[in-house]
């Protein structure tokens, strides 16, 4: 087998490019971009999705020097597009972790922290509770899966080339960013209004009996209510976090697709 030059070089530039956007979006996708799962793990589970999906993709445009300057700013146009793609899904965990917060401050147990083994970062243990749920539930709903045809779609939206993401498509990720304050808050809401109608009927009890010591007996009864509308919120949690991850996947596509 005879190959030139230019042969080689297109051979080795059409699995390139496309590794740097998969393994970007591996690097900081939820549950792959797990800092428990080990750097190798994530470098094999590139190099396996990228072996399946550039089969099935159109050659790279012609003439583009990998050594160059143009090959250079494809490499940063790829890296850009996977790392832009990971962190619109990854903002829905955090939309999580930030309605745990919220919930775990009102209940008053904000200082009752732990690792978050995927983050590295101390997070309430009730938004590490509800962050282990998100995870079991994205996973039972193959939501691994589908962030990988989403993956192998962008490229026929956005194919190879030194044209990373539009400005449109950038405007796009930064909407859905705020969405991160309004899924936390969502979530939190029912726990939340109802342990402030806890305190209000407790600020009620302390005017009319001045007696009774607020923190023996309020900071008991707000944590017991707090898991109780906890237990009772549990079945909202689900469709409200599927549409979580429907928006953050309609995102994606329009941030791949803008012009």
Do not use: C
Request: proline share 6%; net charge negative; no cysteine.
């Amino acid at each position: 087998m005879h190959f030139t030059d230019e042969q080689l070089i297109l051979l080795i530039t059409s699995y390139f490019w496309p590794f740097a956007r998969i393994a970007a979006f591996i690097a900081v996708a939820p549950i792959f971009g797990a800092r428990i799962v080990p750097q190798k793990i994530r470098m094999l589970i590139a190099v396996s999705l990228t072996m399946v999906i550039v089969p099935v993709l159109p050659p790279p445009e012609a003439g583009l020097d990998p050594l160059g300057v143009d090959g250079m700013l494809t490499t940063i146009a790829q890296v850009m597009i996977g790392l832009a793609m990971g962190f619109a899904l990854k903002l829905v965990f955090s939309a999580i972790e930030t309605g745990g917060h919220m919930m775990a401050q009102t209940m008053g147990l904000g200082f009752a922290q732990m690792n978050d083994p995927a983050n590295g970062v101390s997070v309430p243990v009730v938004s590490q509770f509800y962050i282990i749920m998100a995870t079991l539930i994205f996973l039972a709903l193959n939501g691994h899966l589908v962030m990988i045809d989403v993956l192998a779609e962008s490229f026929r939206m956005l194919p190879v080339a030194m044209q990373g993401i539009s400005p449109d498509g950038i405007w796009v990720l930064i909407s859905w960013s705020s969405w991160i304050f309004t899924g936390a808050v969502l979530m939190a809401l029912p726990v939340v209004v109802a342990l402030l109608l806890v305190n209000v009927a407790f600020g009620v009890m302390m005017r009319a009996a001045p007696q009774l010591n607020v923190f023996a007996v309020g900071f008991p009864l707000t944590l017991t209510f707090g898991f109780i509308f906890m237990w009772a919120s549990i079945s909202i949690f689900l469709p409200q976090f599927n549409g979580l991850v429907e928006h953050a996947f309609m995102a994606i596509g329009n941030m791949v697709s803008a012009r």
